[in-house]
């Protein structure tokens, strides 16, 4: 197996919602992140975790919440959200935390807050 | 700061031709350098550099590093309306773990 899966595909949720962005992979990567896109700008990181624990947190605003259960799964809970966050969420993997190691991303998730 | 400055920022091409894709940086501690590929959906990992001056080959694709002048090119031959994405250029440096810095990406499209 050598992708990194997202679920949902597409999410719509109100500002007063909470709901969940799932990230798998089974390459035995052992760094997972969190990235948003919007549209025609580059992916910005929001999160690295390293062998099950959080390394990067770049200032990410507490309505975003990471979880890692596990090596293979990464979650994105979400909460009291704003319509500016409406994005691509984009999860990625790499063997190792390390700038010579390939990330791998996963489809994303396109999100729309309403 | 980090700075990855990706030209042009977008480029229309006739299906045959021959394009090449600029990557400057100016990066503390580089390690590497990154190309992807993005269609609608995720980026899709090209190439990794981290050796100046030693091409890297994939079909029509190839991209090669200049670590003294910091860029790197990423040339697409017989360019066909497949290739129409953006390509973003990520560099990744050492004490920044592993945190890739990327360029705002060149928007690619092929014609017939």
């Known amino acids: 197996d050598t992708e990194v899966t997202q679920t949902p595909k597409h999410l719509v949720m109100g500002m007063t919602n909470k709901k969940s962005l799932k990230c798998e992979q089974h390459?035995?990567?052992?760094?997972m992140y969190w990235y948003k896109q919007k549209a025609k700008k580059p992916p910005e990181l929001m999160f690295v975790?390293?062998?099950?624990?959080?390394?990067i947190n770049e200032s990410v605003p507490s309505r975003f919440s990471p979880e890692c259960p596990n090596s293979s799964l990464l979650n994105l809970h979400l909460h009291a959200l704003q319509p500016e966050d409406s994005a691509l969420y984009l999860c990625?993997?790499?063997?190792?935390?390390?700038?010579?190691?390939?990330?791998?991303f996963g489809p994303g998730t396109r999100l729309t807050v309403l | 700061e980090d700075k990855v400055v990706q030209s042009p920022l977008s480029l229309v091409v006739h299906e045959g031709d021959t394009v090449t894709l600029n990557c400057s940086y100016e990066?503390?501690?580089?390690?590497?350098l990154l190309w992807y590929k993005q269609e609608k959906k995720a980026p899709t990992f090209l190439f990794m550099l981290?050796?100046?001056?030693i091409e890297k080959k994939s079909g029509r694709l190839s991209s090669i590093l200049d670590k003294k002048e910091l860029f790197s090119i990423l040339n697409i031959t017989a360019t066909q309306t497949g290739d129409s994405a953006i390509y973003l250029c990520?560099?990744?440096?050492?004490?920044?773990?592993?945190?890739?810095?990327f360029g705002t990406g060149t928007r690619l499209q092929v014609t017939l």
């Open positions: 390459m035995g990567h052992r760094a």
């Open positions: 975790y390293s062998y099950e624990k959080l390394s």
């Open positions: 981290t050796s100046s001056g």
């Open positions: 990520a560099v990744g440096a050492s004490g920044t773990a592993s945190k890739l810095t």
């Open positions: 990625a993997s790499n063997l190792r935390q390390g700038p010579v190691n390939e990330q791998f």
């Open positions: 990066v503390t501690n580089f390690r590497s």
